[in-house]
């Protein structure tokens, strides 16, 4: 018989993204499972706080370090081939120390060029979930509906409360604009990584590793260029080793599992949580007051979470 006649899912692997997304139930298992590093990412403001002094590069490179160790240990003990995924084509590598180490590097150099616009920064850089909601209507497959958009802006308005604390407001001064420009490229190179990951679903998540790898090298080398090293004390060093664990290890692994097999779209709306979760954590821990600005937030992410995520829940394509 002619291959023509063939179901195209037929004729693909079982664990590319392409095959998977005609199994709503392996796609909101994959959706799920990336929702982790929502979670995870919602315990780094904490953690960072907990760090004490640590220079931010200093911090990214350790943390980093910690994340590829730890990647590598148990990419091992499941028995993958940790040394060997790393043999992947120029792109894949670019695609990944772009997104990791580019991120950071400009979320950070951010934050050094407009230094009294730490609200301004910090909104810009979150507008990267709704651009991955945006962006994910390139991909083949995938069909950007209504749900999704009113999704995205009820969650980067609940955004805009938990930055600005409801009454401060925002105030653009044209001095600043490098440091503007700068988180704006953070979360464009953010959202890209996670979009352009799916076309690269072939590629194994362990080799995540590798970019975490690459990530710690470079940060050192920019810690070096820009920043005092400081030797952490005995708690900064437990605050490293868990966000190298969590928020900057494990996280990237199911990230990359979550963008590559499940609903992106649902996952860059949901992605809008994460300052809200922190916020609620920095609370928790006293690190923060809470306010009416956080319930109020906490309404208008869940409400467009719920909405972008509808038909995903319902196993719809």
Not at 39 to 59: C, D, E, K, R, V
Not at 127 to 153: C, D, N, Q, T
Not at 233 to 249: K, N, R
Request: hydrophobic share 55%; aromatic share 10%; glycine share 12%.
């Amino acid at each position: 018989m002619s291959t023509d006649s063939l179901p195209t899912e037929n004729l693909l692997p079982r664990n590319h993204p392409s095959a998977a997304a005609s199994d709503p139930a392996a796609v909101r298992r994959a959706t799920a499972i990336g929702g982790l590093a929502i979670l995870m990412w919602s315990t780094l403001a904490l953690l960072t706080a907990l760090s004490g002094t640590i220079p931010p590069f200093q911090l990214v490179a350790m943390s980093f370090g910690v994340a590829f160790i730890v990647g590598t240990v148990a990419g091992a003990a499941r028995g993958k081939d940790v040394i060997g995924v790393l043999r992947q084509p120029w792109r894949v590598w670019l695609l990944g120390v772009a997104g990791l180490f580019g991120y950071h590097f400009f979320y950070f150099l951010a934050f050094r060029l407009a230094p009294g616009a730490a609200v301004e920064v910090n909104l810009l850089n979150y507008l990267w979930p709704l651009l991955i909601v945006l962006f994910s209507a390139l991909l083949p497959g995938e069909r950007l509906k209504r749900g999704h958009v009113l999704g995205a802006l009820c969650g980067l308005a609940g955004t805009v409360l938990i930055v600005t604390g409801g009454a401060r407001g925002l105030s653009l001064d044209a001095g600043d604009t490098p440091g503007y420009l700068s988180a704006m490229a953070a979360a464009v190179l953010w959202a890209s990584y996670s979009v352009l990951s799916r076309r690269f679903g072939d590629v194994p998540t362990e080799a995540v590793g590798g970019f975490c790898l690459a990530t710690a090298v470079l940060a050192g080398l920019s810690h070096l260029l820009f920043e005092t090293t400081v030797a952490p004390s005995g708690g900064e060093w437990l605050a490293v080793l868990a966000m190298g664990i969590g928020p900057v290890g494990a996280a990237f692994f199911v990230w990359d599992h979550g963008v590559k097999r499940g609903d992106i779209r649902a996952l860059g709306v949901l992605s809008y949580a994460t300052p809200l979760t922190s916020t609620l954590l920095l609370i928790l821990f006293g690190q923060a007051a809470g306010g009416w600005t956080v319930w109020a937030a906490c309404a208008l992410i869940m409400g467009g979470a719920v909405l972008a995520s509808r038909d995903v829940l319902r196993g719809d394509r």
